[in-house]
Each structure stands twice: as structure tokens, then as C-alpha cells.
């Protein structure tokens, strides 16, 4: 086992910590908040967006706390600028989740019954691609050797949700229940937005992967 952290960055690590939690909540309320568009519950769509908003600020707040500590009390310089990478991109898994749920606010898509376990289900891939990576953070600063494990998870999540949501887009597209070719477009759209979510975190694992061979080199 190798550890990033040592006694003296125990406040560093626990702020760590803190903003990981934030990252796995947001997805958690992404899922919730689709979930609750899909059964037509606004009440409760409305409060898993504005938590994930709030969630979304306190992530932020984190992040600068922690690039705060890092440059002044001259924290593990060896890997400071991985560690700031890092977490700068997960934030990033945050803000999708957040401006997802915010357009789904805005534009509220008219799904049919019949694709909304579709679109539940790619929700639902997002998410676990997102709590992969987060498991896969949390190793990289205690257990550097289990962070390939977690990477290859989120790989196959994103896969799976790049072939669920190719399947979504024929059934949207070839859909006789919906003769409005704009109204098809608009739905595709949220397809690809719950989708990316998925994509921003492999693309985060993929970076940790690098930094975590760095690491062990």
C-alpha cells in the first residue's frame, strides 16, 4: 500500500475527502433527479437540481480550500500539480451533472412512456461510471494499486452507456408516435447530455491512470 498522505496533511486529506463525497453525491442526485423527471414528480426533480446545484458550489469552494493548503503549507510538492489535476477535472464531473439537471429544467423534454426506462437506464450507467471514478480517486491517495481496477469500471460503464445510448437515438429517430422531427432532435439531445456525464468520467480515469503511473514509477 502506498499512501500520498502522512500525518502532517491529515487536514489535507480530510478536505479531500470532502470534496470526493460531493463529487458521488451530485451523480447520486443526477440519478434521483432523472429518475424523478421521468415519473413526472416536479416537486421532487426541483429539489435533487437544487441540491446538486448547492453541491456543485460547495465542490468548488473544496477545490480552492485544497490548492489553498497544497501551495501554502508546501503539502506533498511531489505530486501537487497531479493531485490539483485531478481534482480539478472531477470537478468538472460535477458541473455536468449540475447543468444537466438545470436543462432539463429549462427546456423540460416531452418523453414518451415508452422510452423513459431508456433513458432511466442511461442515467443510471452515468451514475455508476461517476462512483467508479470517485472509488478510484479515493485509491489513488491510500491504495495506488487498485486505481487500474476502478479505471477499467468506469471504461466499461462508458462503454455501456455509449451503446445504450446509440440504441436510444434509433428508437427516438425511428419513433412513429413522434411525427415532429424537432420534437425527435430535442430528445436525442438529453440523450447525449445524461450520456456525457458518463463521458467526462472516463475521461477523468483516464488522466488518474496516467498520474497513477507516475506515481509508482
Not at 434521483?32 to 437540481?49: C, S
Not at 437506464?121 to 479515493?138: F, I, P, T
Amino acid at each position: 500500500m502506498i499512501k500520498l498522505f502522512t500525518n502532517k496533511s491529515k487536514e489535507l486529506q480530510v478536505s479531500i475527502d470532502s470534496f470526493l463525497d460531493r463529487v458521488e453525491t451530485s451523480s447520486l442526485l443526477f440519478l434521483e433527479g432523472i429518475k424523478a423527471y421521468l415519473k413526472d414528480q416536479p416537486e421532487r426533480f426541483e429539489k435533487y437540481r437544487m441540491d446538486t446545484s448547492k453541491l456543485e458550489s460547495e465542490a468548488d469552494n473544496y477545490r480552492r480550500d485544497i490548492k489553498y493548503k497544497l501551495y501554502t503549507y508546501m503539502l506533498i510538492p511531489e505530486s501537487r500539480g497531479d493531485v490539483l489535476g485531478l481534482l480539478e477535472t472531477m470537478d468538472d464531473v460535477v458541473d455536468v451533472a449540475d447543468r444537466v439537471l438545470q436543462q432539463f429544467s429549462i427546456e423540460q423534454p416531452q418523453i414518451p412512456d415508452y422510452l423513459r426506462q431508456d433513458f432511466h437506464d442511461l442515467a443510471e450507467l452515468s451514475q455508476k461510471a461517476v462512483d467508479a471514478l470517485v472509488n478510484g480517486a479515493r485509491a489513488f491517495f491510500t491504495q495506488i494499486n487498485l486505481v487500474n481496477n476502478f479505471v477499467n469500471k468506469v471504461h466499461f460503464y462508458e462503454h455501456e452507456a455509449d451503446q445504450l445510448e446509440v440504441s436510444l437515438k434509433r428508437k427516438i429517430f425511428q419513433c412513429i408516435d413522434v411525427p415532429q422531427f424537432s420534437r425527435k432532435v430535442h430528445m436525442r439531445h438529453f440523450a447525449e447530455q445524461i450520456a456525457m456525464l458518463s463521458d467526462e468520467a472516463e475521461s477523468v480515469a483516464e488522466r488518474m491512470a496516467v498520474y497513477a503511473i507516475k506515481r509508482r514509477i
